[in-house]
């Protein structure tokens, strides 16, 4: 049974890609949004400042694993949207 282990402290995603958050070049990040009742985008950067890899919209009071490379960031439309890695162990 694998089991989900924390990586780093949680934070509040920035606004833009020149605020994107690599979390330490995780490979995987738990996105959340704690908003109750907005849906918020949430995008993938080549890298901090850098192309737009691809986006969706998180649902209130949802979350997803969002796997990515070392050096992709993420933002997100509102601070609401919270980012932590994490990583699996058997």
């Given at each position: 049974m694998a089991r989900l282990l924390l990586k780093g402290e949680e934070a509040a995603l920035g606004a833009n890609t020149g605020a994107a958050n690599?979390?330490?070049?995780?490979r995987?990040?738990?996105?959340v949004n704690t908003n109750t009742s907005n849906a918020y985008l949430v995008t993938l950067?080549?890298?901090?400042?850098?192309a737009v890899l691809g986006s969706f919209s998180l649902a209130p009071s949802s979350s997803v694993e969002l796997e990515k490379e070392p050096l992709n960031g993420i933002f997100a439309a509102n601070a609401a949207v919270k980012g932590?890695?994490?990583?699996?162990?058997?």
């Open positions: 690599i979390f330490s070049n995780a995987l990040v738990r996105v950067v080549a890298s901090v400042g850098g932590a890695a994490v990583g699996y162990s058997n």
